[in-house]
Structure formats: structure tokens, C-alpha cells
């Protein structure tokens, strides 16, 4: 894939580029979820935590995924 | 009476910083309180420090239309005076050019009244799907928090001309239309003024600009948005709105040496024609920068577009799930 994106026009680039980064809201949901479900039996304020940091954590990861995306976009080929 | 208020908010504020900005980019330049805007190819320097009027706008318009409803509310008296105070470090810290570390200090300082005034008030913090999370008294301490590290994202993510005043006009209207909705009318009486002072103060901060916010504007974006989330109840919608902010600032904490990346990398390469070369650290710009070649004014639009895309998530998602 990364091997024609970068063939993409300017704006088509950057528009592309705008709408993948929803993969950020997407991994920080799903350590939500995970840390959650992991705290399931907890209950309360320990869970309301661990959810909160599950979610930072999916964001930080995401962020990443984000940037190697835009280095492939760039170059078309992978970072 | 809160509608007429409203619009009527929205008229002073873009009225009183439309007018005061002019005398305030002359005194500021008169009194050699400027930047140097370097992504230009001829690095002319602008006076800084705009953010003044931005206050200035909001807070004659708030006080207005808080006379004009007599909504009687410590939360919203709270939300103002932690906004003003705000505020007013970002004018400390543009004077004394303050490090890093102590303006999230700083802020969080300035965030008592908001503190004092959400005692018993609320305890949870509302997610699409996820439902409520009780966090009891820990709430409080999330106050501080929460407005110490909104403030510092949009502190974070500046620099290039119209984009701190077109993410605050961008972030606070949306707050501010998804008040309206759900009938948070405390909340909209602060969202409202916040954004005509924004908008008002993009006529002159827009690529080319004549004045930089300074840290007394990016400052009361950040602590804006978080004060009327925390007001309104808005929590989840206000953190989509950071979503650009909070990525370009979790890019630059994963890279080596987070808090000397300048130093260490150097700054933004402005060619002749304009364009725009990153240096070789992660950041939201640089990822804009890096996949086509961008002047100024087309890197601000992109990023604004990206913030209309998250401040249309946040509207959706509390209205479809709240």
C-alpha cells in the first residue's frame, strides 16, 4: 500500500492523512476496553483508573502508528 | 433570555477585542514586546502578547451577559475567574518567559476557584460505551489536572499564524453549540464570548500576521475548553476536541530528548518560496509537513480541518450516546 500512496495529490495526502489518524481514537478505545475488562471484578475507583491509563496507553500507541503512517505516506515505503 | 444573551455575548466579545487589538499590536510594539515569526522566509517580527485581547473581549462579554441572565452559579463564577487567572500566567510567563516545567504548576494553581466551587458538585467523568466512571473526591483532583494539561496542549501545538485563535474559536463554538443543545446554558455563557474574541482576533493573527497570542492566549484556549467540559458536563466531548494537541504532544514526550527537541534538532526550515521543512523530530506538523510540501497558511488550514473532523466526533458522539 505504501508504495502508491505517496503518488497521492497534496490535499488528497493531507485529507488521507486527517482521516487515519481516527486510528488514534480507535486504539485508545480499545485499551479502555481492555483495562476494563481486566479490572472487571475490581469495581470503583481502581477501575474508573486502570481505564483511564488504558486509555493513555491505546493513545500513546496509536500516536505512533500514526507518525510511521505519515513517514510511509512521505516516501512510500516503510520507516 | 439566555438566547438574546448569548448572541448578544458573541456580538461584545468580537466587538471589544476587534477594537482593542489595534491600540494593544501598537503599544506592544511601541513597548518591544515581540516575536520574531521565523516561518517566514524574511522573519518579521510581530508583537506578541495578543492574548490580552482576547481576554479583554471575553471577559467584558461574560461579565455582560452574566449581569444581563443573573444565572447566579459558583460553577460558572468559578470556570470564569480560574479562566481569567489562566490568563494572567500566560501574561506573567510572556513577560518572564517562565520554564517549561512551571506553567503546568502555575495553572493548576490558578484553577482553585473552579476547585472551590465543584465541591459536592459532580464525581464522574462520562465515556461513550463505557458509561460513568465514579471517581468520588478524586474528581478534584482531576480539576487541576485536567486544565493544567489542556492549557499546556494548546500551548504546545503554536507557532504558526491563525492556528492557536482557529483552534480555540473551533473548540469553544463547537462547546459551545453542544450547549445549546442539551441546554448546559451556564456552561454556553462561557463557551460563547470565548469564541467571538477568538474569531475576532483571527482578523488580525491570520497568515500574515500582525500579533502572536503569546502564552496569555494559548494558555486560555486550553483552559477554556476545559473549564466549560467541566461546567457543562462535557468532559468526553471536550477531550476529542485536544485529540490533535494531545497527539502532537504524546509524539514529541516518545522522541529522545523531549524537552530540548529545538535545541537538539533545530528549527523549521522555511525555503524561499515558503515552504516548510520539518526537522527530524516527531510532531503532528512535522507529519504534515513531511507528506507534501506545505507553505504556512496551508499546514494551519490542514490543521484546522483536522480539528473540525475531532470537534464534529465529540458533538456526535455525546449526542448520540449521552
Redesign the interface.
Known amino acids: 500500500m505504501g508504495f502508491y500512496l505517496h503518488k497521492l495529490s497534496k490535499w488528497s495526502k493531507i485529507l488521507f492523512l486527517i482521516l487515519f489518524s481516527l486510528e488514534i481514537i480507535v486504539f485508545a478505545f480499545i485499551g479502555m476496553y481492555v483495562a476494563w475488562n481486566l479490572t472487571i471484578a475490581v469495581g470503583g475507583l481502581l477501575k474508573a483508573i486502570t481505564t483511564i491509563i488504558g486509555g493513555i496507553a491505546g493513545f500513546a500507541a496509536g500516536s505512533i502508528i500514526f507518525w510511521r503512517f505519515s513517514t510511509i505516506l512521505s516516501k512510500g515505503r516503510r520507516a | 433570555m439566555f438566547s438574546f444573551a448569548i448572541i448578544a455575548e458573541v456580538l461584545l466579545a468580537f466587538l471589544i477585542t476587534y477594537l482593542a487589538a489595534p491600540p494593544l499590536i501598537k503599544k506592544l510594539k511601541e513597548h518591544k514586546i515581540t516575536g520574531i515569526d521565523i516561518h517566514k522566509p524574511k522573519k518579521p517580527v510581530c508583537a506578541e502578547m495578543g492574548g490580552l485581547a482576547v481576554l479583554l473581549g471575553f471577559t467584558g462579554a461574560f461579565c455582560f451577559a452574566y449581569l444581563l441572565t443573573g444565572a447566579q452559579d459558583y460553577g460558572l463564577i468559578g470556570a470564569f475567574l480560574t479562566i481569567v487567572f489562566v490568563g494572567l500566567t500566560g501574561a506573567i510567563d510572556d513577560f518572564l518567559a517562565l520554564k517549561q516545567r512551571y506553567k503546568p504548576l502555575l495553572v493548576a494553581l490558578a484553577s482553585a476557584p473552579l476547585i472551590l466551587a465543584s465541591v459536592n458538585r459532580v464525581d464522574h467523568?462520562w465515556?461513550p460505551?463505557?458509561g460513568e466512571?465514579?471517581?468520588?473526591y478524586?474528581y478534584l483532583l482531576f480539576i487541576p489536572l485536567g486544565i493544567a494539561t489542556a492549557s499546556n496542549l494548546t500551548n504546545m501545538l503554536a507557532g504558526f499564524n491563525g492556528l492557536e485563535a482557529g483552534i480555540g474559536a473551533i473548540a469553544c463554538g463547537g462547546l459551545g453549540v453542544l450547549c445549546v443543545i442539551l441546554g448546559e446554558w451556564n456552561a454556553a455563557l462561557l463557551a460563547f464570548p470565548m469564541f467571538g474574541a477568538f474569531v475576532a482576533f483571527l482578523r488580525y493573527n491570520w497568515y500574515p500576521a500582525q500579533v502572536f497570542p503569546g502564552d496569555t492566549g494559548t494558555l486560555i484556549s486550553g483552559a477554556s475548553i476545559a473549564c466549560i467540559s467541566i461546567v457543562g458536563h462535557l468532559e468526553i466531548a471536550a477531550i476529542?476536541m485536544l485529540?490533535?494537541a494531545?497527539?502532537d504532544f504524546?509524539?514529541k514526550m516518545?522522541a529522545r530528548s523531549p524537552f530540548a527537541q529545538r535545541k537538539v534538532y533545530g528549527d523549521t526550515l522555511v525555503l524561499g518560496d515558503g515552504s516548510l521543512v520539518p526537522p527530524r523530530y516527531?510532531a503532528l506538523c512535522h507529519?504534515?509537513m513531511?507528506?507534501?510540501?506545505?507553505k504556512e497558511r496551508?499546514l494551519v488550514l490542514?490543521l484546522l480541518?483536522?480539528e473540525v473532523?475531532y470537534t464534529a466526533?465529540g458533538i456526535l458522539l455525546t449526542l448520540l450516546f449521552k
Not at chain 2, 466512571?133 to 468520588?136: E, I, N, P, V
Not at chain 2, 513531511?290 to 506545505?294: A, E
Open positions: 467523568i465515556f460505551f463505557f466512571l465514579h471517581l468520588g478524586l476529542l485529540v490533535p494531545a497527539v504524546t509524539l516518545v516527531p507529519a504534515f513531511k507528506v507534501s510540501r506545505l496551508d490542514a480541518l483536522m473532523l466526533l
